[in-house]
T-cell receptor
Framework: EPEVTQTPSHQVTQMGQEVILRCVPI?????FYWYRQILGQKVEFLVS????????KSEIFDDQFSVERPDGSNFTLKIRSTKLEDSAMYFC??????????????FGPGTRLTVL | DQQVKQNSPSLSVQEGRISILNCDYT??????FLWYKKYPAEGPTFLIS?????DKNEDGRFTVFLNKSAKHLSLHIVPSQPGDSAVYFC??????????????FGKGTKLTVNP
């Protein structure tokens, strides 16, 4: 069964450093997403991406964040200058796009980002 | 901002009995609702969904009920099995102009099924 994969599973970085989180969405999917979950809190939407551009982004997704689909398979989230409060689990998700009334997002296993 | 609420942080049931997990929402624009199951250190796994034009969807042991007038949905698991023990997230979405859908999640309910 196709699945979303993410690398690395755990990333430790120093405050102020840049990190890139990588995702390989399901191959025939057209929409890609990043979410995060800070420990003890809800899963929160960050950004959605379709046709090589951002479809929607949340207030969290400020200028420190960027997304890219550098080739036909990878989808990346870059944080330019990490802050302590960026420590969280980051989940990538993908979906086929609407074929009727509904669409389902499938999530990867997550990357745990720890900012020291 | 609690557009999706799961008011029970935990639920404990006996193996073989029914588990009922509840979820309330406030945004009337939501038109698609999903349940995800999550184990520690893993990503959310899609379980079952329901469109706002339906009031029930069933898949094996899992049934989701939607009451639009009450803005309430529930997930029924019958019979419950120890392997069902996990955190269950309710999520909702409304189709955006961009065509994508951002999911709004509840805080989750930790289900424990005792042998």
């Amino acid at each position: 069964e196709p699945e979303v994969t993410q690398t690395p599973s755990h990333q430790v970085t120093q405050m102020g450093q840049e990190v890139i989180l990588r995702c390989v969405p399901i191959s025939n999917h057209l929409y890609f997403y990043w979410y995060r979950q800070i420990l003890g809190q809800k899963v929160e939407f960050l950004v959605s991406f379709y046709n090589n551009e951002i479809s929607e982004k949340s207030e969290i997704f400020d200028d420190q964040f960027s997304v890219e689909r550098p080739d036909g398979s990878n989808f990346t989230l870059k944080i330019r200058s990490t802050k302590l409060e960026d420590s969280a689990m980051y989940f990538c998700a993908s979906s086929e796009g609407y074929r009727g009334e509904t669409d389902t997002q499938y999530f990867g296993p997550g990357t745990r980002l720890t900012v020291l | 901002d609690q557009q999706v609420k799961q008011n029970s942080p935990s639920l404990s049931v006996q193996e073989g009995r029914i588990s009922i997990l509840n979820c309330d929402y406030t945004n009337s624009m939501f038109d698609y609702f999903l349940w995800y199951k999550k184990y520690p250190a893993e990503g959310p796994t899609f379980l079952i969904s329901i469109s706002s034009i339906k009031d029930k969807n069933e898949d094996g042991r899992f049934t989701v009920f939607l009451n639009k007038s009450a803005k309430h949905l529930s997930l029924h698991i019958v019979p419950s099995q120890p392997g069902d023990s996990a955190v269950y997230f309710c999520a909702a979405s409304a189709r955006t102009q961009g065509g994508s859908e951002k999911l709004v999640f509840g805080k989750g309910t930790k289900l424990t099924v005792n042998p």
